[in-house]
C-alpha cells in the first residue's frame, strides 16, 4: 500500500499541472507581502474603515508578518479550491484518459488499493500545497516583518497580543486542510466517473460556485438549506480568529466537514469498484 | 499437448444491454501452448481478454487461471500473467525506466534494477531508458510493452496484437521472442492478433471467435488439414498439362490458369498423387506452392458463421 502511495505521489509531482499552484502562490504571496510593505498601515487601515464606516482609528503599528499572513490567507483562500481541483480532477481521469489503467489494474493490486493510494496522495497533494501557502503567507511574512499583536476583522475587529496568534494560525490552517480536502475528494469523486480532467475540474468548480452563491444569498427561504451546502464550511478557518472561539460551531463544521469527505470517499469506492474498465 | 490447463473458460458472456459482446465462450487453454486467438473487429477479444485480466466482470460465466477461480484469487492470479491489452500504453511523462519501476513495484514480486536493465536490453530500449515515454514512437511503445509484459517472469503471457505498429524486422523479432518463450522458458502464451501468418506461423492451437461466439477450436495444424488446400503448381506446358488432366479426376480439383502455374484446390494427402501423375506423363513440374492459408480458412469461416 504504502508503495502504491508513492508511486501516486510521484504521478502527481511528476506532471506539470501540479507546479500551477505552487507557482501561483509563490509569485501573489511575494507580490502581497511587498505591496503591502509599500503600503504600510494606510491600506489596510483604510479598509478597515471602509469597513466599519470611517469609525475607526489605529494606534500604534500593527502592519507585522501575522497581520499579512492573515491578509494573503484570507484573499487567497477563496481561490485555493480552484488550485485543489487542478490535480484532484485530473487523479481518476488521467488514467483513462491515457489508456494506463490496463497496466495498472492487471497487476496483483486491489481496486481498493487503488483508490485508497490516490485518495491519500490527492490529501498529500492538498497538505503540500497548503504547507507552501503556511510557509510563505506565515514564515516568511514573520521573517521579514517580524511578529507584534494582530489585529483582524471577523465580523467584528479582534486584537490579540503576539503570543496568542500562533497557535490560531495552526488552528485555521487545521481547518483550512478539513475543508480544502473535502475540495479534493469532490474533484477526486467526479474523476472517477468520466474520462477526461476538464469534466471533473469543471464540475467541481461548478458547484463550489452555485453553492457559494447560494450561501451568500440574502433569503431567508435559503437559511433552511445552507447547512447542506458544504460551501457554507469553507471559511470557517476564520473561527479561530475570534473570541472567545464558538468551539461548538467549529466542531460541528469540523465532523460534517470530514462526514462529507468519507461519504464522498466511499461512493467513489463503490462506482470504481463496479467500474467495467473500457479504455 | 500438455493436459494441465492454464485458462479454462465455461460459458463465458458479456452483455451491455442489448448488445452480446461474447455469448457462451467456452476454451481451454494448455500449459506450453501459443494459443492462437482469432476474430474480426467486434468479435469480443478484446473484451475476453479483458475478463481474463479482471478489467471487465462478466455477465455470466467462469473463469479459471492455473486451476483457481479468477474472482476470490485474483491478486495470486494476476502476479503470475504479463500481459498486453490493445495497444500499450504508458505514462508519457515518465521515462521508459521509471514506467517500468513503477509497475515493476506493484507486480507482486520483487524485481530488481539488473533485471529492468535486462528486460530494456531484450527490446532495445537501453539506450532510451531515460527518455520520456511521450517521445517514443508507437513500436518502442510496443517493445517498452513487451518488456513489462516479461518483467515479473510470468508463467502465462497474454498478447493483444504484440506487432502491431512494428516494422517487419521488430514483428520477427516479436515472433521469435514469443517462439523462445513458448519453447526453451515453457511460458504458455495468449496470442490475439489480426495477422494471421503470425497465427499460423507461431500458434500451436487456436480458437476463431465471431460475434462472440466461437465458430471454431483445435490445433493450427489439424484445422488447416482438415480443408483442401489451393497449390499453385508451376509446369513447362500449360495447355498439355491442361489436355492431360481433363479426361481424368484431376480435373474436379483443377480451378484456373496463371500464366505457368496452374490452381488446384486440392486435400494435402494427394497432393504427391497429381504430381506423381503430371511427372509420370512427362510434364516438368517446377513448383508446388500451397496458396490457401489461414487467412482464407479465417474468412471463408466467419463469414459462414455471420450467415
Given amino acids: 500500500m504504502i508503495a502504491l502511495i508513492y508511486i501516486e505521489l510521484q504521478k502527481i509531482f511528476r ?37 466599519l464606516g470611517d469609525s475607526f482609528i489605529s494606534g500604534g503599528n500593527v502592519l507585522n508578518g501575522f497581520l499579512l499572513a492573515f491578509i494573503t490567507l484570507q484573499g487567497l483562500y477563496i481561490h485555493f479550491p480552484f488550485l485543489i481541483v487542478l490535480v484532484g480532477g485530473d487523479l481518476f481521469s488521467s488514467e483513462s484518459t491515457a489508456g494506463t489503467y490496463r497496466i495498472l489494474l492487471t497487476r496483483p493490486i486491489s481496486r481498493f488499493q487503488v483508490v485508497t493510494a490516490k485518495f491519500i496522495a490527492g490529501l498529500v497533494y492538498t497538505a503540500s500545497l497548503l504547507l507552501w501557502l503556511f510557509l510563505l503567507s506565515l514564515v516568511l511574512s514573520y521573517i521579514l516583518f517580524g511578529g507584534g499583536a494582530l489585529m483582524v476583522f471577523v465580523q467584528k475587529i479582534y486584537i490579540f497580543a503576539s503570543d496568542d496568534v500562533f497557535w490560531r494560525f495552526l488552528s485555521a490552517y487545521g481547518f483550512a486542510y478539513l475543508s480544502l480536502s473535502m475540495v479534493c475528494t469532490l474533484a477526486f469523486t467526479f474523476s472517477s466517473l468520466v474520462e477526461n480532467a476538464i469534466g471533473p475540474t469543471i464540475a467541481t468548480l461548478a458547484i463550489i460556485i452555485v453553492f457559494t452563491i447560494l450561501s451568500l444569498l440574502p433569503f431567508e427561504v435559503l437559511d433552511s438549506f445552507r447547512p447542506y451546502f458544504f460551501t457554507t464550511y469553507l471559511d470557517d478557518w476564520k473561527l479561530f480568529f475570534t473570541d472567545p472561539i464558538d468551539y461548538a460551531t467549529v466542531i460541528n463544521s469540523a465532523v460534517i466537514v470530514i462526514s462529507h469527505i468519507i461519504v464522498l470517499y466511499l461512493i467513489t469506492l463503490f462506482i470504481f469498484l463496479k467500474k467495467d474498465i473500457l479504455t | 499437448m500438455n493436459s494441465e490447463k492454464v485458462i479454462e473458460v465455461t460459458g463465458l458472456t458479456k452483455k451491455y444491454k442489448k448488445l452480446v459482446a461474447v455469448n457462451n465462450l467456452n476454451l481451454n487453454v494448455y500449459k506450453g501452448d501459443v494459443f492462437g486467438f482469432l476474430g474480426p473487429n467486434g468479435a469480443g477479444k478484446s473484451t475476453t481478454i479483458r475478463m481474463l485480466l479482471t478489467l471487465i466482470k462478466p455477465t455470466s460465466g467462469s473463469i479459471k487461471i492455473f486451476g483457481q477461480e479468477l474472482k476470490p484469487n485474483r491478486s495470486n492470479i494476476l502476479s503470475r500473467i504479463g500481459a498486453i491489452v490493445e495497444k500499450p500504453d504508458f505514462y508519457l511523462y515518465l521515462s521508459a525506466r521509471k514506467n517500468l519501476e513503477i509497475l515493476a513495484k506493484i507486480s507482486g514480486k520483487e524485481i530488481s534494477k539488473d533485471k529492468i536493465t535486462e528486460m530494456l536490453e531484450l527490446v532495445g530500449l537501453k539506450d532510451r531508458e531515460n527518455s520520456k515515454v511521450k517521445t517514443f514512437s508507437h513500436g518502442m511503445k510496443q517493445r517498452l510493452g513487451i518488456a513489462q509484459t516479461l518483467l515479473h517472469d510470468p508463467e502465462l503471457i497474454i498478447l493483444d496484437e504484440p506487432t502491431t505498429g512494428l516494422d517487419p524486422q521488430g514483428m520477427k523479432e516479436i515472433r521469435d521472442l514469443i517462439i523462445f518463450l513458448s519453447r526453451e522458458k515453457g511460458k504458455t502464451i495468449f496470442l490475439s492478433s489480426h495477422i494471421l501468418r503470425e497465427i499460423e506461423l507461431i500458434a500451436t492451437r487456436m480458437i476463431i471467435l465471431n460475434k462472440g461466439k466461437t465458430v471454431i477450436e483445435g490445433t493450427v495444424e489439424d484445422l488447416l488439414n482438415s480443408e483442401s488446400l489451393k497449390v499453385q503448381i508451376e509446369v513447362n506446358d500449360i495447355t498439355k498439362t491442361l489436355d492431360l488432366i481433363k479426361p481424368t479426376e484431376w480435373q474436379l480439383n483443377y480451378r484456373s490458369t496463371e500464366k505457368s502455374k496452374i490452381i488446384f484446390e486440392i486435400e494435402k494427402s494427394k497432393i504427391s498423387g497429381l504430381t506423381k501423375f503430371l511427372i509420370n506423363n512427362d510434364i516438368e513440374v517446377s513448383a508446388v506452392v500451397p496458396i490457401r492459408s489461414l487467412e482464407d480458412y479465417f474468412l471463408r469461416i466467419t463469414e459462414e458463421s455471420s450467415k
Fill in chain 1, 15 to 51: 506532471k506539470w499541472r501540479t507546479y500551477i499552484g505552487f507557482i501561483a502562490i509563490g509569485i501573489l504571496i511575494p507580490l502581497a507581502q511587498w505591496a503591502l510593505y509599500a503600503e504600510g498601515m494606510r491600506g489596510y487601515q483604510s479598509m478597515l474603515t471602509r469597513q
